[in-house]
């Protein structure tokens, strides 16, 4: 019997009083069920959930109550990113010349202005827009998302409110364009800062960083073929590339903006390199330098654990945290240890070095590894980072917070070691928790070359490009006179010359600090920290 | 059929087997129903839940999981509040004389410790207890509230534990009578210190600050007729008054203090004015001076954001933090560039007092505007806060931190901005999520002037309420021969005369820092900075 | 009539059509009924849930939302604590002489790298591991949990994340670890550091804190009968050890291993103490010191607050961190008034001390006393702290930062007023809320003395017992001549002899500071803070 005529006979049945009994009988239980239902639904909940919970409360359990928490996490890690910054300011103050220290305080404090405003008007578009492989354009759709204008209410899939994503991506940006800095101290006109950081917070580092970390970048979606008919970049290679919290995309491409910045400016007078009979020039202050580097670990755990973007992934966020603080203590260690032959002394800016180092290199690997691979990982970048200072200085490049060292190459070691560490257990971080149904996994754990591959590939093409790009523009800003102060400048000192004060108005200095800081007159120990 | 009459027939008829065989048919009907209801409510919470809520976990959904979200939002906030008292004290030893930086240590410590006792004592009572539009008294049903007693477990209709709502509010207590001593810095003897921190933290914020934030303050509830017959404040003016994190609560109150404590003592023995042919003293100590600055920064993150006493509005928290950052950035960047013609050179303590500049202006209106409008009304507060450096030191009030210009005058304009840039879509905050179906609209916006009517007539009765008790207190204090410190231990120096103990006992100091400070040899740059 | 036969008649009834047409009546009923339900689940989320919760979001209502927020709350807590090396680096750098400053920085760097890897590969194993009474040694399965193999999802019945407690508990280990160092500062040797820092965080520190916060540690079983055949200690006493964040576990452990390493080491080269006519050697820097101590007790919000190792116990957290703040602020402010007598001067070493006194105190009562109560018991820590130094002194006791005094004396009174001011409340925190079934009630409150005596024989116990271990440790390492630096390289100064850098090397300081740090030239003021 088709339905229709169902319907038509339950009509004409209910003009049968006997029928119509049934069917009000059957309504009453209907009430009576759904009201039992609600009863028990209400009383479980006012019981379990130890009475406060009142009849009339409004009730959360999907995105309405998982969005809140992973947006709090996500600004948690906002406001320790950007806490990072007296941490930068602090170590590159402690261990630059007490001439130069304002102008240190000054850069650092104009960076995150500059940069506040440059990825609110367009860098944050560039960055996390969709567009195509190598550029974002806002939403895709006709909203180009410039000063933040039409933007959605949450970013993407990440449930997260899109100002609190911008902010949390806002303080990476800033952290770049600081490292950038570290390697250019003591001998770059306010004017060449003001340039150079502009090219660097609105263009640089957000558009390469699009590439591995935009919706549609070409390295975020390498290795697979494109079901849309989008250009992939090498589809058959089987791996994209993976960077969970920036060894790459923030530490690499600062430190190879700053090895860029650092050859193209050449030495500050008088800095004489080890083979040529000298050795770095002392930092003039320990302890603004070593609480500079705690901070910084301090920021750090708003850096990865906050990169889940998501709370409810809660293994993922203490599993990252932890890792991070044994990437960060291996290194340290290695450094002191691997640092002691060399002078004979336990260097306190090799273990602050050491720890930084550890600290870059889990960034990109750190969701991935086991608590024992970090501590392996962090290991040797304590170990690279010393024979990187020694590289640098080999080379007659002067980096005078060590700056290449600690955030290009350990971070291209953090990059490649996520190749050989990742442990095989863990997949993706997601709003609602952990996705670990395609884990992945490195050399040292059976998962074969492909990860590495990937690892190096993506690492590479950013390096190459990056360090054309920055040697381009900090060659140009040289060719224009504008990068580097005048020599009498230098002499004079780049806080009285740019900022008219010096960093202590009423100490009195070492004589031999006046024009080119204290003399290493207490042993050759390059005591150097990193930004 | 009555209802009555139907339950009597379903009686008789329960009798009759065949009308008991379908009851009985319905009951195990509803009984499987209702299983089924159940099982498939278990079967999606634990396959969707990933598997980790089993049957017997208590549920929360209500005010029972919204409660802990928003306290813990609460107690963060109050957290990062509390640590701007590092920034507070850094940025104030920083800008100060050496001589004077323990005197400044100990101010800053001493505030907080009394500011505690005190808004536990009375101080909380009286702000955010039920009474009259002037002053609270408890809960207006007979408990006063008084060192906290008897209390409720969340405070008003916020769900937030009721002591981590103290704790918040502690926090910002302390930190308007810490805005107070930056003016005072140099002169004041700790007896007067200990008496005019009694007064601020005890009793002008706390009773102030109720007129704008009580439950019945007069300003909060003005513009609307009374519904129970109390008095209103201009009932028809149509606004009532807004002041979301406190740009004229805290700010303003804290450098209106400020002013009166500054002009009652009269400036530093041995300060000349730029009129005279002087200028600012110079500071000892700008590397402290900056982190202290970026260290204020980074606690004003709890500052804004922590003031919606709810992460459940996320929107609200994301777009407050963002909206924070851009006007900290916007200030700091027009401060430094409107600066510079002044001195030729890229002043720190400008810049740094910009960028403050910007946090004071945006606290007040950080829920209401626009990305963009942060940048413009943050912008304006960096120059304004330049404009009143230099007037301060036209009319030669020797404010050593320029805590006037900075939380006084920037804090009046951001009270007012928020008449100007309210963007029309954002009304209130609440424990379950915003309620934008009033919302605030200023006069760029096409919201006319009332806005901006309520927010200059709120502000200006605070600002000359405030310095009419301030001043009187103050020369109160002067009059008594205990707000100044005598002409021989000022010149001794603060330290040695209250203290015992030189801030750098250890440190050698330049000839001219013994009794003024440093002359201002190195440009006539104001490098100060702001509390 | 049997539900067999009922079945076998409702088969034989579906052959007949009227009965089905009845039964398909009811199934369709049934499905309708299914579906208003839901519909009405779904609708009630979707209006009450503020329209974002759509039809196909997860569920999330039990222990998947508990964990992941009490995960995030363990977190914080984790980063505040181990944001305490910041601030500990400050205070006892600040508060030392400038020629053992770099050691300082080195030790807490060092210590914080070695206590990682130490409570990894088996730190945490020993302290938080099943096993007996004694030791822990992993989940008692046959894991033992050494570096975090086989580790479970989450710790026991918290929910939280294994590797974010694990994160926590590393932080508080290293505090104890660093709180040794304050006592031994300035005469020993870096390799004498390693050795003795190897024992307190590998071994002592885990090892003794199984006794009472180990899973079956015996002063946490103490006072019961035994169910399972395990030895009780003191089965008939009734009352088990409580310390809620560590006034005895981490505090009082350290100070006292701090006792023993002063005790073995003796005093520095040229201290003289006051009843020898000198006094204590004079801090370098006291703005670094003071800000040190300030941010000390910021992190302490993470240290008490995070405690609960659970947000869901809104009013519990909220509880904790009031308490915490005021016990500081009456602890301070006790202390500069007890002090004032002594040297007629506001003393700051005393104030600093007397509010981090009042930390350490409140940090094993916390959870369980009143606001009132925090206040008294801070306030007696404030004077305790002044005693204790005094104390010292006469003892001739070199213990340069305070650490005694301030971690170990009141540490122990924290402990025992537990026993005196319980409010009688407050029971135990949980993963879902307070349990408040069972509270504790001190002397003052009616109690009676059992609490009392249980906190004093959980304490007393622990200090013997360390203090036992300890001096053996630091005798041993003295007898090995490993412990103390020669006098030669103490009279060099440690920087130079073991790091081969001064703090400071651009800064000119007086000569009175080459040996033996400044001549208290300033009055006898014993400005020190403590660790």
Redesign the interface.
């Known amino acids: 019997m088709p339905f229709a005529a169902k319907l038509g006979r339950l009509g004409s049945r209910l003009q049968d009083p006997e029928w119509r009994r ?1 069917g ?3 309504a009453a ?2 009430a ?3 009201t ?3 009863a ?1 639904i209400l009383l ?2 006012s019981i ?3 009475g ?3 009849a009339d ?13 992973n ?3 996500t ?2 890690g ?3 990113v ?2 990072m ?2 941490g930068f ?2 170590l590159e ?2 261990f630059c ?2 001439r130069e ?2 102008n240190v ?2 850069e ?3 960076d ?6 440059c990825f ?1 008007a367009f860098g944050f578009a560039f960055m996390f827009g969709h567009g195509n492989g190598f550029i974002g354009m806002g939403d895709g759709k006709g909203h180009n998302w410039w ?3 039409n933007a959605p ?1 949450t970013y993407e899939s990440t449930g ?8 949390f991506q ?1 303080a990476f940006a800033d952290t770049c364009s600081t490292i950038t800095s570290g390697a250019m101290i003591g001998r770059t006109a ?1 004017l060449g800062d003001i340039f150079y950081s502009l090219g660097v917070s609105g263009f640089i580092y957000p558009i390469v960083g699009h590439w591995a970390w935009g919706p549609d970048g070409f390295l975020a979606t390498m290795g697979s073929a494109s079901t849309d008919g989008s250009w992939h970049f090498l589809p058959t290679l089987g791996n994209s590339f993976h960077d969970f919290a920036g060894s790459t995309v923030v530490h690499t491409i600062g430190g190879v903006i700053a090895l860029a910045g650092a050859i193209a400016l050449g030495p500050r007078l008088g800095r004489k390199f080890k083979r040529d009979g000298g050795g770095p020039m ?7 330098g ?2 500079g ?3 910084l ?2 920021g750090w ?1 708003g850096f990865n ?1 906050g990169s889940t973007l998501s ?5 993922g ?3 990252v ?2 890792n991070t ?2 990437a ?3 290194g ?2 290695t450094a ?1 240890f691997y640092g002691f032959p060399q ?6 800016g090799f ?2 070095n050491g ?1 930084l180092a550890g600290l870059v290199a889990i960034t990109c690997p750190c969701y991935w590894v086991s ?2 691979g970090a ?1 392996l990982l962090g290991g040797v970048a304590g170990v690279i980072v010393v024979m990187g200072i020694n590289l640098m200085e080999w080379l007659r490049i002067d980096d005078p917070i060590g700056a290449v060292p600690v955030h290009g190459m350990c971070g291209i070691w953090g990059t490649w070691s996520l190749g050989l560490f990742a442990c095989g257990h863990f997949g993706a971080s997601g709003p ?2 952990a996705d670990n149904s395609a884990p992945l996994t490195g050399l040292f754990y059976g998962g074969g070359v492909g990860l590495l591959e990937a690892q190096i590939i993506g690492n590479v093409t950013i390096v190459l490009a990056t360090f054309l790009i920055a040697i381009i523009m900090m060659k140009a800003l040289m060719a224009a006179k504008v990068l580097r102060v005048s020599a009498a400048g230098e002499l004079e000192g780049l806080d ?1 010359h ?13 004589p ?2 006046t024009a080119h ?2 003399s290493g007159s ?2 050759d ?1 390059p ?1 150097k920290a990193a930004v």
């Open positions: 049934y009000i009988l059957l239980g209907k009576v069920g759904l039992l239902v609600f028990v479980a909940a379990l959930g130890g406060s919970a009142h409360d409004p009730k959360f359990t999907g995105n309405d109550i998982v969005n809140p928490i947006t709090f996490w600004l948690l906002a406001f320790l950007f806490g910054q007296a300011t602090l103050a402690g010349r007490s220290t304002v305080l000054m650092c404090i104009f995150t202005c500059l940069c506040g405003l609110w000063i933040l204008h209410a997260v409110a899109f100002l609190a994503f911008w902010l806002y306010w002392l930092p003039h202050d320990l302890v603004v070593a609480v580097g705690l901070i670990w301090f755990y654990p709370a409810m992934d809660f293994q966020i203490g599993r945290a932890a603080t044994l960060a203590c291996a340290g260690m002191m002078t004979k002394k336990w260097d306190l273990t602050v720890f608590p024992l501590v609602n928790g009285l740019e900022h008219g004060i010096p960093a202590y108005p009423e100490f009195q200095m070492v031999s600090a800081g204290a207490h042993g120990a005591s």
